[in-house]
């Protein structure tokens, strides 16, 4: 019998996700796209549509949710962002996004490993074996939990032959990121690396036993980034602080930027939360057997 | 001048007063992170390779070079012979040199030869040629790849993915940039 093509699979996918997050009590919600303000991010460039914006990630109409007294949300969404065309990049992609209430970042990475378990066990996607091995470029790599959690910096230590803190010192952070350690992680287990320094996560809450780290996670498969996670923030103050400092860095370069006050006028309300971010696509991509983002896409416009 | 947006494979760029050409190319950027241009560049005269990242505000120059159509009459050994179709004057490439455009020539196409200092260091080929297939091997049904593809090879010796309903003898069109199919053609 001829295995399910791509689309198949990707709606198989979605329904999996779906069926996941209702039998836990999440609410699936759809927030609007088209937004007046964004989380101010230097490294993300928003399109921009006529006076306003089309969403760069959910992530600011959920935390408003939250605060408004909805517990556990979960959304899978397009979002956009420009210039972002790659093997595992495109401008409008689609985003798995969900919050719990009351939890930190390390119930979420556990949460995370119950997903990718759960659809580890569905049938019908190309690159899992019977038994649930997820089958990639040779590479056998089993879903098992729980996964290893990796600091950035022993990651750095152990992959740049540098420390974290020096690369980022060095302004070779992201580079020696994505030459060094990423192609390097996840090839037996999927892995986290944990603990960003501050300057890398400005919407996470920082470590308490060190106010220099904060506690945001990435998920890697097969060396290929498949989510971010935080402890959020939660203090609009320290928030206001840590957004004036990106605002300055866009205006720097030439684009506009301005604090979103809806956002953080809501903040005070949101009860301590965990909130993740997953590529759909990519996680598609490994599922399916596909090398290219452009082949898990129902259409790509980007390659007409 | 290009900003580094505009790398992709296949671009030409000056670099220290010399052109090269990108010959391979990814786009990378952590989720939260900057925006990375991983290239591999080759000097368009030496044929010296060298690997380089770059960042969005990294800039380039474009090579200075001029174009002139030519006729590709042969190759022999290494070499391939081009024509100038109005003062009849020839010169040849090395495959070396050619790289990957070799895959797509054939004789009497009409190219546009690349000089740089009045010395040939390239072609540059119509985006879209058409090419017969030689060889075609049947569909393979069960095919495990998840893909509707099966692999031909065209009269240059060439092979790549096409659907399964292109059979031995057909004409069919491919996009010269990326090495890709695109459509049976009738002629």
Redesign the interface.
């Known amino acids: 019998?001829?295995?399910?093509?791509?689309l198949q699979?990707r709606s198989r996918l979605l329904q999996a996700v779906r069926s996941f997050f209702l039998s836990r009590q999440y609410l699936e919600v759809d927030t609007p796209l088209l937004l007046p303000e964004l989380i101010p991010?230097s490294?993300?460039i928003p399109y921009r549509c006529e006076e306003r914006f089309l969403q760069t990630s959910p992530e600011l109409c959920m935390k408003i949710l939250l605060a408004r007294g909805y517990p556990r949300l979960f959304q899978i969404c397009h979002c956009f962002r420009r210039?972002?065309?790659?093997?595992?990049?495109r401008s409008e992609f689609t985003m798995l996004e969900w919050y719990h209430a009351g939890w930190g970042y390390a119930e979420l990475m556990a949460e995370a490993e119950e997903l990718l378990q759960a659809l580890a066990s569905e049938k019908g996607f190309?690159a899992l074996d019977r038994r649930g091995i997820l089958q990639r470029h040779g590479h056998r790599i089993s879903l098992q939990p729980p996964w290893e959690r990796l600091t950035v910096d022993e990651a750095f230590r152990r992959h740049a032959g540098i420390p974290a803190r020096a690369a980022l010192a060095d302004d070779r952070?992201?580079?020696l990121?994505?030459?060094r350690v990423?192609p390097r992680l996840g090839w037996q287990h999927p892995v986290f690396l944990c603990d960003y320094p501050v300057e890398?996560?400005s919407l996470a809450r920082c470590k308490e036993e060190d106010p220099q780290s904060v506690e945001r996670f990435?998920l890697y498969i097969a060396g290929m980034?498949l989510a971010?996670g935080f402890s959020e923030l939660t203090d609009a103050g320290e928030q206001e602080d840590r957004f004036s400092g990106e605002i300055r860095a866009i205006r720097a370069a030439g684009r506009p930027a301005a604090m979103p006050r809806r956002f953080l006028d809501a903040l005070d309300a949101m009860p301590e939360t965990a909130g993740i971010?997953l590529g759909f696509d990519r996680l598609l991509m490994l599922l399916?057997?596909?090398d290219r983002i452009a082949?898990v896409l129902a259409m790509d416009p980007e390659s007409w | 001048m290009y900003s580094a947006?505009d790398l992709r494979k296949g671009l030409k760029v000056q670099i220290d007063g010399e052109p090269y050409i990108i010959i391979e190319f990814?786009?990378?950027?952590?989720?939260?992170?900057?925006?990375?241009y991983?290239t591999k560049m080759r000097n368009m005269i030496t044929g010296n390779q060298f690997t380089q990242?770059y960042r969005?505000n990294d800039k380039f120059e474009k090579p200075d070079l001029e174009e002139r159509t030519m006729q590709f009459l042969y190759s022999q050994d290494n070499e391939y012979h081009f024509m100038d179709t109005t003062s009849y004057e020839q010169i040849f490439l090395t495959r070396e040199q050619l790289g990957d455009n070799v895959n797509f020539l054939v004789d009497n196409m009409e190219v546009q030869v690349l000089f740089f200092d009045n010395r040939p260091i390239d072609i540059s080929l119509p985006i879209f040629v058409n090419l017969e297939v030689t060889r075609a091997d049947p569909w393979v049904?069960?095919?495990?790849?998840?893909?509707?593809t099966k692999p031909v090879t065209v009269e240059t010796g060439y092979r790549l993915q096409v659907p399964p309903f292109v059979n031995q003898g057909d004409r069919i069109q491919i996009d010269t940039r990326t090495g890709e199919y695109i459509t049976r053609v009738k002629e």
């Not at chain 1, 019998?1 to 791509?6: E, F, G, N, V």
């Not at chain 1, 210039?83 to 990049?89: A, D, K, M, Q, V």
């Not at chain 2, 049904?141 to 509707?148: F, L, Q, W």
């Open positions: 019998m001829l295995p399910p093509r791509r699979q991010e490294r993300i210039g972002e065309t790659g093997r595992y990049h190309t952070f992201d580079e990121l994505v030459t990423e890398q996560g990435e980034e971010n971010a399916s057997g596909a082949d | 947006s990814e786009f990378s950027k952590p989720g939260k992170g900057q925006a990375l991983r990242t969005s049904k069960g095919d495990t790849s998840g893909t509707d």
